[in-house]
């Protein structure tokens, strides 16, 4: 037995060893897992602290909350106003009266209190556990439009409705609304709410509304009247003015619910049903003097500012409007409207109305549209804008329209950047695929200057093609424009206000387009500014050399063919526009300091409207924006050059070219080579056909023609332009002169030789020298002496020697035999080189 208990306690002694290392990896694994859950615990405790402080960095204070509600300081007591840009003329008031908003209070020991009804039907539409949630709910915390609890709309509406959607902005509501809740208590929030709701045609609060719908105060409104209202806060156009009898079923909606509710007994349920409130007429609307600028300050105000937030009240906002400006602009514009129409004048008085041109002859436009629009280039802001005046009436409307071929610019200014110039030749001719002009002629041969000056159709084709329009598309998009869409008057105003400002476009990134503005700034009603928009910004968008070449063509009024109406009595870059159904025309111009774009449009399938009626209203309009300030032009910058060509075919001048003109070119780009346009031929004025060396002198009369390439030579006939003769005249060898010919080569030999010798005679009575001339062709303009003068008489000797090689054609060969007496005999042949 003895020697088994080693062996036992051996086996113990391991069986002990292996309960101990089961025990400490068991205690270690727990040691090691309680570590790691501490440190993620931890870790997760400070993530959410960083995300917590994230989320509260910059919370605002909802201190700002009986600010802007509590009398007698409440900033949202007051409606929101737009002005002028002296913040001196009212231009329209978010509200249907003009007087400030009364608060009424909820305690029911206040005379004005808000009646029971309608706070228990506010919160059945808007917020069914409103008496028992902390102020907010978890539910819709991902939808972004959703506010499920009345001190959430509260929130969003007035404290943190400039932050853009987000879970942070849901949680932040959320800790606000529990906020508002605990801090200021549920009878105070319902009572915020209720003054500040959204009923519809700008009435804000429940006072606003029963006055504005019911005609009474809204401590008076009966259960029928209350439940109508709290329907309508939800929906605000579904109100009893816009749809009466929608409003009224709603209502009779909410009393079955509230009734379900036990929130009214069945008595007071039954007597609102019977019961059919009244409404009140819709007040006269107060004229608002600008209503189509009135619309786009709110769309561009709406990219910072929710439109909801600015009807609210307490805002004033300052505009760029120029009042005086804006009146002429409007009354010159209706007087328009009506004369292009066809109807009496409006009564309105304007001084501007005697600027207005006579329209041109029968015109009578009876279902037309007239808009115009007047820039600062300098600052990029709008100064007057009138909507679409149909039959003499203003409407709020300012749509895109058709642009036609006031975008042309773009065409030439494309070829302006690829080494084109105003100088540049184009022809104006019928073409297989090419449109017609809108006046229905072809202009022949032109500079690029004339051909956009007047806006010739023709011309503007071709040089898309030749440019791509991929091109001209990319140079246009960088001004703002897409060809591909329709346009308006902001659009066009700021892209040629660029040319004005020699490439610098001055405006502000608003609703993700660079443009022109109608907001100089916003303030509160203690003065703060929630935004300024004062300074401009401004965008390179062209060198300065290339805006200079646009505005030098379309101020130019030598080359356009009707210029009268577009005559301001000072420089004006000018383009004209239409389309080519006849039912769009613009005049966009520009000054140093306005920019002033006119519409007008017209309907039916007789409609046909050209630009020369629109003009009318530019003239008018841009003297009157203009006044009497200084007569301004521009200064070429450095790069541009002025230089004398041939016009048209913008090539140095010639003794043959009929017409010089000074043009301007980007410094590099001036013409090297001479005209080739005008040439000057000899004709036999018997025959009208070209003179050869044959033809008797005193028949030969010099003339300078045109040269027109053989796709034009139709167009020139048409048009009554003489060509040159293609033949030439008749060829008869003169009598042979015993002291002065040439007998070998004979006449009309074709020569292999490398040098031909000239076999002849030159001499007889007072002989002084020979002379032998080359010259090609059959009646050569330049001459080549062969050989020095000889003083030494040939009598059917070798005259010359003439080294023919590395030439070929039809030449002539003349013998000149000058006597002392200064007569000149010649003998002349014509000779093939093969």
């Known amino acids: 037995m003895q020697k088994f208990l080693p062996i036992l306690r051996a086996r113990r002694e391991r069986r002990l060893a292996k309960q101990r290392a089961a025990s400490s990896r068991t205690r270690n694994f727990v040691l090691s897992t309680g570590m790691l859950i501490s440190v993620a615990l931890g870790a997760l405790i400070l993530l959410i602290a960083f995300a917590y402080a994230d989320i509260t960095r910059d919370l605002p204070s909802v201190e700002i909350l009986p600010r802007l509600f509590n009398p007698p300081e409440g900033l949202l007591l007051e409606p929101t106003r737009m002005y002028d ?16 908003r009364r608060y009424i209070p909820i305690n029911p020991q206040n005379p004005q209190h808000i009646p029971i009804d309608l706070i228990n039907s506010m919160i059945a539409v808007q917020d069914l556990q409103f008496q028992t949630h902390a102020g907010y709910t978890l539910q819709g915390y991902n939808n972004p439009d959703a506010h499920p609890t009345i001190a959430q709309k509260l929130i969003y509406d007035f404290i943190l409705y400039s932050e853009q959607p987000s879970l942070r902005r849901a949680i932040r509501e959320r800790i606000l609304a529990a906020q508002i809740t605990s801090q200021f208590g549920r009878e105070q929030v319902m009572e915020w709410y209720l003054n500040s709701a959204n009923f519809g045609n700008y009435a804000y609060g429940v006072e606003s509304a029963a006055q504005l719908y019911f005609g009474k105060p809204a401590s008076n409104l009966t259960l029928a009247e209350s439940v109508i209202l709290a329907t309508t806060s939800e929906t605000p156009a579904l109100n009893p003015l816009d749809a009466p009898q929608v409003a009224l079923q709603r209502g009779r909606e909410l009393i079955y619910i509230l009734q379900n509710l036990s929130m009214i007994s069945s008595e007071n349920a039954a007597n609102a049903l019977i019961e059919t409130p009244k409404v009140k007429s819709a007040p006269l609307t107060p004229p608002n003097f600008a209503p189509a600028f009135t619309n786009m300050v709110l769309s561009q105000l709406e990219s910072q500012l929710p439109r909801e937030r600015i009807e609210r009240g307490g805002l004033k906002i300052i505009t760029t409007l120029d009042y005086d400006l804006q009146k002429e602009s409007k009354c010159v514009t209706e007087i328009y409207a009506a004369r292009i129409a066809g109807l009496d004048e409006p009564k309105a008085e304007c001084k501007s109305a005697r600027l207005l041109p006579a329209l041109p002859p029968s015109v009578a436009l009876t279902d037309s549209s007239a808009s115009a629009l007047i820039l600062d280039p300098n600052t990029g802001q709008i100064l007057a804008l009138v909507g679409e005046t149909n039959r003499g009436l203003e409407t ?37 695929g090419i449109i017609q002009n809108f006046d229905g002629k072809f202009h022949g041969p032109m500079r690029l200057r004339a051909a956009l000056a007047n806006n010739y159709q023709v011309p503007v084709e071709i040089l898309t093609k030749q440019m791509g329009i991929e091109n001209v598309t990319s140079i246009a998009s960088s001004f703002g424009i897409n060809l591909n869409k329709n346009v308006n008057m902001k659009k066009l105003a700021g892209a040629y206000g660029v040319f004005a400002k020699q490439g610098i476009y001055f405006g502000r990134e608003v609703n993700d387009e660079f443009s022109p503005i109608t907001v100089l700034r916003v303030e509160d009603l203690n003065h703060s500014t929630l935004l300024d928009w004062a300074l401009p910004q401004s965008k390179p968008v062209l060198p300065a050399t290339l805006a200079y070449l646009m505005t030098h063509v379309l101020n130019d009024e030598s080359v356009r063919d009707d210029s009268n109406t577009l005559d301001v009595g000072r420089p004006a870059g000018v383009k004209v526009g239409q389309t080519a159904d006849g039912l769009d025309a613009w005049v966009v111009g520009y000054t140093p300091a306005h920019v002033v774009v006119t519409w007008t449009g017209a309907h039916g399938e007789s409609a046909n409207i050209s630009p020369r009626v629109p003009s009318v209203l530019w003239n008018a309009l841009m003297q009157a924006a203009s006044g009497n300030s200084p007569a301004d032009g521009w200064t070429a910058p450095q790069g541009v050059s002025t230089i004398t060509v041939c016009d048209p075919s913008g090539m140095l001048p010639t003794r043959e070219c009929p017409r010089l003109v000074n043009e301007i070119f980007l410094n590099g780009n001036e013409p090297v080579q001479a005209d080739n346009l005008y ?27 045109l040269i027109v390439p053989e796709n034009a030579r139709s167009w020139a006939l048409n048009a009554g332009l003489e060509i040159p003769p293609a033949s030439y005249d008749a060829i008869q060898a003169p009598p042979t002169n015993p002291t002065a010919n040439i007998t070998a080569p004979a006449l009309f030999t074709e020569i292999n030789d490398d040098v031909v010798k ?8 007072n002989f002084q020298y020979y002379r032998v001339q080359v010259g090609k062709g059959l009646n050569p303009q330049e001459w080549i002496q062969v050989g020095a003068d000889s003083t030494a008489p040939v009598e059917s000797g070798v005259l010359a020697e003439w080294d023919t090689k590395n030439l070929s054609g039809l030449y002539a060969v003349r013998l000149l035999v000058v006597r002392e007496d200064q007569r000149v005999d010649t003998a002349v042949i014509q000779v093939t080189i093969k």
């Open 758 to 765: 000239i076999i002849g005679t030159a001499s007889g009575e």
């Open 85 to 100: 840009r002296t913040g001196t003329q009212l231009l329209y008031t978010f509200s249907p009266t003009d007087m400030p």
């Open 396 to 432: 709020p409307l300012v749509s895109e329209h058709q642009a036609g071929s006031s975008l042309d610019a773009f065409v030439y200014l494309t070829g302006f950047t690829r080494g084109l110039s105003p100088a540049s030749l184009t022809w104006d001719i019928p073409s297989e």
């Open 679 to 705: 040439r000057q031929f000899d004709i036999n004025r018997e025959t009208n056909l070209l003179a050869t060396v044959f033809t008797p002198p005193e028949l030969i009369e010099t003339r300078v023609y």
